[in-house]
């Protein structure tokens, strides 16, 4: 039995420029996989210790950005509620896609953000997964950042008090940080978790629907953070800001950008969160130090970059 | 070796002159001269806007650009994302941003 009906992030849709770059940039330097192309326009990749037929997918595109962003669920019945709550008292549009590689069917729900939200429970074992007899760390070693998984995804819209309660009232989250506005009448940006993670999706409020500030890879230890940054170096990648920690969740972390403008993050560490813990709170006054927690200082780059 | 050119930018109040390697964008070279806070420096990959500039002056070649931030009409005014104008020679600019 899981924590909740919701898993993890397992499936997230990008839109790049271009799929030379990309490719470079996604598969030689953060570790990715290719796992194939659905038609001319889309590209399926994993990462060396998730299970799942594939988690990331590239759709060429003349502008960056997200087109969906999916938790794998428990079962069926828990994306049947979501659904039914979402239509019913919510109103929010929801459709099915069916014929995905590798997944059954995917139910999205589209928030006031926004953004599509998808969920499925059915998907293939992917051809290369870790290691299920005698195993070990990795089948094969992994290359580049050696990115793990997925881990999450800092979304940003207008109205957000409203996404966040739909997220933990019909998903099911639980909210785990949040940063006060400066008239304490709302969140300016609510952290929420759905296992034992720091969080699985923050939600950013911003003027435009639709934006994703940043898709986060998981990487397991401070070392492989440092040696991320070697790389980003080594190659010339756009880096944001990094390596540093984060007050809120307390993860390591690099944000840097694709080629695409798209901004990605390594993330390590952090908290285990379980449901019974309390909700920590940053006033507005302190959001430097939530988000870069060693020089405190937040840079406008932060706030008004995103794709 | 071939020449670098000198960028002319002009933003708000100042003008801030950059030297510009062959290769580099106007957005590579200002960052890369202390320029890093500019305004003008977001992703410098093409996507989010931030550093859209008219190109008022001098030769350039232009690199993929989202059209999300970006219509016919700037175009065909010489308004592009800095970060994807590549200078082959001295060039000024004027510093538009992120609408």
């Known amino acids: 039995m899981a924590l909740t009906g919701i898993l993890r992030t397992g499936l997230v849709q990008l839109r790049v420029l271009d799929f030379e770059e990309s490719l470079v940039h996604y598969r030689d330097r953060l570790g990715l996989s290719v796992v194939g192309k659905i038609g001319e326009d889309r590209i399926m990749l994993k990462s060396f210790d998730e299970f799942d037929h594939h988690s990331l997918v590239l759709r060429r595109a003349d502008s960056p950005g997200l087109d969906f962003f999916c938790f794998k669920s428990l079962d069926k019945q828990t994306i049947d509620n979501i659904a039914k709550k979402s239509k019913e008292e919510y109103g929010y549009p929801v459709d099915v896609m069916t014929g995905h590689p590798g997944f059954g069917e995917i139910t999205f729900v589209t928030v006031p953000t926004g953004h599509k939200i998808g969920f499925y429970w059915e998907v293939e074992l992917a051809a290369v997964h870790p290691m299920l007899v005698n195993p070990h760390p990795w089948d094969k070693e992994p290359h580049g950042m050696g990115v793990a998984c997925l881990d999450h995804a800092l979304l940003c819209g207008p109205n957000q008090g409203e996404t966040v309660r739909w997220f933990t009232d019909c998903v099911g989250m639980s909210i785990t940080e949040y940063i006060s506005t400066p008239e304490g009448d709302g969140h300016i940006c609510t952290w929420l978790s759905g296992n034992t993670r720091g969080h699985d999706v923050a939600i950013l409020s911003y003027p435009e629907p639709g934006k994703i500030h940043h898709l986060s890879f998981q990487l397991q230890s401070w070392d492989e953070i440092g040696r991320a940054a070697d790389i980003m170096g080594r190659y010339n990648i756009s880096v944001d800001a990094g390596p540093m920690r984060h007050g809120i969740t307390r993860g390591q972390t690099i944000y840097f950008f694709d080629p695409s403008g798209n901004r990605n993050e390594t993330y390590a560490g952090g908290y285990e969160y379980f449901p019974d813990h309390p909700t920590r709170q940053w006033s507005a006054d302190h959001v430097g130090e939530g988000i870069f927690y060693y020089s405190k200082e937040l840079n406008e780059r932060f706030l008004s970059v995103l794709t | ?99």
């Open chain 2, 1 to 99: 070796m071939q020449r670098s050119f000198t960028l002319r930018i002009e933003s708000a109040d100042e003008v801030r002159e950059f030297i510009c390697h062959p290769g580099q964008s106007i957005v590579q070279a200002m960052a890369r001269q202390g320029a890093s806070e500019h305004p003008a420096v977001g992703c410098r990959n093409g996507g989010c806007g931030v550093c859209k500039m008219r190109v008022t002056g001098g030769e350039y070649t232009l690199g993929r650009m989202s059209l999300a931030e970006l219509n016919e009409q700037e175009r065909q005014q010489h308004i592009y994302l800095a970060c994807r104008v590549y200078p082959t020679s001295d060039l000024n600019a004027t510093f538009i941003g992120r609408k």
